[in-house]
């Protein structure tokens, strides 16, 4: 483990900060993601909800007005527009927020999108509590659930900005559909421009082997802060950036399994069916170890600061480390 | 790739041909709808044979107008005029939504050469068609896109969204049909939830709307070549039809939408229309290689 600090994701570059770390939003990681990749790849086109500033797809739509398609509130109608686009060979990424893109247009993106498998690129911005103040209507904690169990869907929950913006880039050269959760908020900065992002492979953001915290999104950074306390106890936690759904790391998931003997998840996600549901269905087939979930318990949000709505819900650092006693707990009897 | 010449009366003989192949496809699956593919029949043949540029031995050939029919359960017409421009052999709608056949119950593109988006969800296709409009208008294609939709499937509000879409970007290379039979599943489409006054609907959500005799040949040919000359705006055809067109006791009985004809009312339906089951299969039956070039030939 590296001393300088807590962590050492892989690849080169200054590791970032723990204890003050550099915030920045993935929905900028989205916007900037999108720029790039129109001007590298003139198939790009991008169509947004009503919604271009807070997805930041407006950067897109200054760039390339011509390939910016603007659909207005309609997005059942924006998910079979992207697949007729798709059709005749485009790449269209669209964007709203996740509450709308997985639950309202579901229908879509399961008989038009994936049924066809079509490389439809979904933006589903605003995931998790920690959008705040809107609300529970806005607070999308369903969409792993709902988009994993859909036949040829892949999915994406980066944990910071750059990973966004790697995600983006990568999800282009697919040639499936893919939907990519991302946040409202600025986010702890925890991998670098040069960590590696390759989709399906998760990274390794610590080493351990006492227990294996395995996250996605902003909870990586979560877990990160769980693991420097465990440390300081002398336990030591592996930490996964799970950022793929699907799918999913299975090697990683069992690796971890087979060498720590017991695994917290931690996501901003309902309880039932995402990151830990989709962990647990790997562990309980090929080694069985005691699990505990971080995840909201099947409740709706409510307004409130990012943070305490973070705290209030038992998605923080602290909940984590509760989590991992627990589990060592049933792991040594 | 140029568009067929046939002639109308050539295009009537085709129409029937495809009539007799959507009876005959029901009575081996005892599974399907009836109504609207006989409904769709006439003017799914003027745009199979007439008005669409298409390439079945290269489905995917980038200079093709594009079709999408976006009422996905009309799959008898859908796999007949297919099969009968050369998509695929005859002998394959024998096999019609079978395990071990290609043609599923509603569209689907990984198991048949040809459909591009696949569909069964009610609403979805216009926008799956406004895509595909303005994807060609970006690339300067000069294709055009053709939208099939029911008369029942208005109540969809998605189509609507993507009415306004289409309006707005102007996408006079979309050409929408709607098979205006005034039958869903249910009962009569003004009884389940009134569409009525559709044409007005239509124009105020900005579009070229042109009313056509849906089962008279030359009328649908007028009307999409009234659609193929409107500039700034789609066009919609109102195809004005009668549910269960061409045999005698389907015809305009709402009950024949989602039900197929069991092997005596095949035999009395084939009868109405020129032939017999024994001989209609053993035509599809005959044909195992793809018909690449149909010959504008007659009924018989």
């Known amino acids: 483990m590296s001393q300088a600090s807590p962590i050492s994701p892989p690849g080169s570059g200054a590791p970032p900060s723990l204890a003050k770390p550099e915030m920045k939003k993935t929905r900028e990681g989205f916007g900037h993601g999108l720029v790039e990749l129109g001007e590298?790849?003139?198939?790009?086109?991008?169509?947004?909800?009503?919604?271009?500033?807070?997805?930041?797809?407006?950067?897109?739509?200054?760039?390339?007005?011509?390939?910016?398609?603007?659909?207005?509130?309609?997005?059942?109608?924006?998910?079979?527009?992207?697949?007729?686009?798709?059709?005749?060979?485009?790449?269209?990424?669209?964007?709203?927020?996740?509450?709308?893109?997985?639950?309202r247009a579901a229908d879509q993106i399961r008989v038009t999108v994936a049924y066809t498998d079509l490389p439809v690129k979904i933006g589903g911005a605003h995931g998790g509590i920690s959008v705040g103040p809107d609300g529970a209507t806005h607070q999308a904690m369903e969409e792993i659930a709902i988009i994993r169990s859909i036949p040829n869907m892949r999915m994406v929950v980066p944990c910071d900005y750059w990973e966004t913006k790697k995600a983006t880039l990568a999800i282009a050269g697919d040639r499936h559909p893919y939907y990519l959760r991302f946040g409202r908020e600025s986010v702890p900065v925890v991998t670098t421009p040069d960590t590696p992002f390759v989709i399906g492979k998760a990274n390794t953001m610590r080493e351990g082997k006492d227990l294996a915290l395995i996250a996605c999104g902003v909870m990586v950074y979560e877990a990160l802060v769980a693991a420097e306390e465990l440390a300081a106890r002398g336990i030591q936690a592996r930490v996964l950036d799970m950022h793929t759904l699907k799918p999913l790391d299975e090697e990683a998931i069992v690796r971890a399994s087979r060498e720590c003997g017991a695994i917290v998840t931690a996501e901003e996600h309902q309880i039932h069916g995402g990151l830990g549901?989709?962990?647990?269905?790997?562990?309980?087939?090929?080694?069985?170890?005691?699990?505990?979930?971080?995840?909201?318990?099947?409740?709706?949000?409510?307004?409130?600061?990012?943070e305490e709505l973070m705290a209030a819900f038992g998605i923080k650092a602290p909940d984590v480390v509760r989590a991992a006693d627990r589990v060592l707990a049933r792991k040594t009897k | 790739?140029?568009?067929?010449?046939?002639?109308?009366?050539?295009?009537?003989?085709?129409?029937?041909?495809?009539?007799?192949?959507?009876?005959?496809?029901?009575?081996?699956?005892?599974?399907?709808?009836?109504?609207?593919?006989?409904?769709?029949?006439?003017?799914?043949?003027?745009?199979?044979?007439?008005?669409?540029?298409?390439?079945?031995?290269?489905?995917?050939?980038?200079?093709?107008?594009?079709?999408?029919?976006?009422?996905?359960?009309?799959?008898?017409?859908?796999?007949?005029?297919?099969?009968?421009?050369?998509?695929?052999?005859?002998?394959?709608?024998?096999?019609?939504?079978?395990?071990?056949?290609?043609?599923?119950?509603?569209?689907?593109?990984?198991?048949?050469?040809?459909?591009?988006?696949?569909?069964?969800?009610?609403?979805?296709?216009?926008?799956?068609?406004?895509?595909?409009?303005?994807?060609?208008?970006?690339?300067?294609s000069p294709r055009r896109v053709y939208c099939v939709m029911g008369d029942g499937e208005q109540q969809e509000g998605q189509i609507w969204e993507a009415a306004m879409f289409a309006a707005h970007y102007k996408l006079d290379n979309i050409c929408a049909v709607i098979d205006y039979n005034r039958k869903q599943i249910d009962g009569d489409v003004e009884d389940v939830m009134g569409i009525a006054p559709?044409?007005?609907?239509?124009?105020?959500?900005?579009?070229?709307?042109?009313?056509?005799?849906?089962?008279?040949?030359?009328?649908?040919?007028?009307?999409?070549?009234?659609?193929?000359?409107?500039?700034?705006?789609?066009?919609?055809?109102?195809?004005?039809?009668?549910?269960?067109?061409?045999?005698?006791?389907?015809?305009?009985?709402?009950?024949?939408?989602?039900?197929?004809?069991?092997?005596?009312?095949?035999?009395?339906?084939?009868?109405?229309?020129?032939?017999?089951?024994?001989?209609?299969?053993?035509?599809?039956?005959?044909?195992?290689?793809?018909?690449?070039?149909?010959?504008?030939?007659?009924?018989?």
Not at chain 1, 82 to 94: D, Q, S
Not at chain 1, 277 to 306: C, L, Q, Y
Not at chain 2, 50 to 72: C, T, V
Not at chain 2, 93 to 121: C, M, N, W, Y
């Open chain 2, 198 to 300: 559709l044409a007005d609907k239509w124009r105020a959500f900005r579009w070229n709307v042109i009313e056509a005799d849906g089962h008279d040949i030359a009328s649908i040919v007028d009307a999409f070549a009234l659609a193929r000359a409107a500039k700034g705006r789609p066009s919609v055809i109102l195809a004005h039809t009668v549910m269960g067109k061409g045999v005698s006791y389907m015809e305009d009985d709402y009950r024949w939408h989602g039900v197929p004809p069991t092997k005596d009312q095949a035999e009395q339906a084939l009868r109405e229309l020129g032939t017999s089951f024994d001989a209609w299969t053993g035509r599809l039956r005959s044909h195992a290689s793809r018909a690449v070039a149909p010959a504008a030939n007659g009924a018989a």
């Open chain 2, 1 to 140: 790739m140029p568009r067929l010449e046939f002639t109308l009366d050539q295009l009537r003989d085709r129409a029937l041909i495809v009539r007799r192949d959507i009876i005959t496809l029901l009575a081996h699956s005892q599974s399907g709808h009836s109504g609207g593919p006989l409904s769709s029949a006439d003017f799914g043949t003027v745009l199979f044979f007439h008005e669409m540029n298409l390439s079945p031995e290269r489905p995917d050939a980038a200079e093709r107008d594009l079709w999408h029919f976006s009422i996905g359960h009309v799959t008898p017409v859908i796999y007949s005029l297919m099969a009968e421009r050369g998509y695929y052999p005859l002998k394959d709608l024998l096999e019609f939504r079978t395990f071990q056949g290609h043609l599923q119950g509603h569209p689907s593109k990984h198991d048949t050469p040809g459909i591009d988006v696949s569909a069964g969800s009610l609403g979805q296709g216009l926008s799956v068609s406004c895509g595909m409009a303005l994807g060609s208008r970006m690339d300067g």
């Open chain 1, 40 to 103: 590298t790849n003139p198939n790009v086109v991008v169509l947004v909800g009503d919604l271009s500033g807070s997805t930041n797809v407006s950067y897109f739509a200054e760039r390339f007005p011509e390939r910016f398609v603007q659909v207005g509130i309609a997005e059942q109608n924006m998910m079979c527009v992207a697949a007729g686009l798709a059709a005749v060979g485009k790449i269209p990424f669209l964007a709203t927020y996740g509450a709308f893109a997985s639950c």
């Open chain 1, 277 to 306: 549901s989709a962990v647990a269905e790997i562990v309980v087939r090929h080694h069985p170890v005691p699990m505990e979930f971080v995840a909201v318990h099947d409740r709706f949000g409510r307004s409130g600061k990012p």
